[in-house]
T-cell receptor
Framework: DGGITQSPKYLFRKEGQNVTLSCEQN?????MYWYRQDPGQGLRLIYY???????QKGDIAEGYSVSREKKESFPLTVTSAQKNPTAFYLC?????????????FGPGTRLTVL | DAKTTQPNSMESNEEEPVHLPCNHS???????IHWYRQLPSQGPEYVIH???SNVNNRMASLAIAEDRKSSTLILHRATLRDAAVYYC??????FGAGTRLTVKP
């Protein structure tokens, strides 16, 4: 089945540690995205990538880093510089950057920093 | 940026139609209007999208105002499974707070 996988579903880390969230897609999509969602809030864009080896900051990129070495993978690292990293993280992809295309979302990773 | 305004919450009775409004007064002429919905602890799910004309699919209908400054998502017969947060996205990739739809049996 084609789709987007995120792992793990739940992640616990100690304060001050970097942590990397995985996002893989087998839809052959060019564009990939990372969002953060806090309780009762909408999604906020962290980073996005339109093509391999290229990515752009979204609205809340501070304290996060990404890489796009392969078309199917777009990992997100939450660094110790992120002041309040506990949140629900969602990865998405779409065939191209144009506004016509719909986004496909993964199941999300819930990160809790203790 | 296209500013989006949606009601925080709405209620509907089961098997009745639901009209979810969205105002996007500064949308550009070439941006499609997308609607997604999200169940608790899940990723958003695509519902429908359109540019200028009204659109229908198996899930819903989308009515777009002639000036494109507003749109309405129409669920023709709400079911309990339609209870979710509905997001209107006139600006590509940017989600607002959405409308929380409650469906009463």
């Amino acid at each position: 089945d084609g789709g987007i996988t995120q792992s793990p579903k739940y992640l616990f880390r100690k304060e001050g540690q970097n942590v990397t969230l995985s996002c893989e897609q087998n839809l052959n999509h060019d564009a990939m995205y990372w969002y953060r969602q806090d309780p009762g809030q909408g999604l906020r864009l962290i980073y996005y990538s339109q093509i391999v080896n290229d990515f752009q900051k979204g609205d809340i990129a501070e304290g996060y880093s990404v890489s796009r070495e392969k078309k199917e993978s777009f990992p997100l690292t939450v660094t110790s510089a992120q002041k309040n990293p506990t949140a629900f993280y969602l990865c998405a992809s779409k065939p191209g950057q144009g506004s016509y295309n719909e986004q496909f979302f993964g199941p999300g990773t819930r990160l809790t920093v203790l | 940026d296209a500013k989006t305004t949606q009601p925080n919450s709405m209620e509907s009775n089961e098997e009745e139609p639901v009209h979810l409004p969205c105002n996007h007064s500064t949308i550009s002429g070439t941006d499609y209007i997308h609607w997604y919905r999200q169940l608790p602890s899940q990723g958003p799910e695509y519902v429908i999208h359109g540019l200028t004309s009204n659109v229908n699919n198996r899930m819903a209908s989308l009515a777009i105002a002639e000036d494109r400054k507003s749109s309405t998502l129409i669920l023709h017969r709400a079911t309990l499974r339609d209870a979710a947060v509905y997001y209107c996205i006139p600006l590509n990739m940017r989600f607002g707070a959405g409308t929380r739809l409650t469906v009463k049996p």
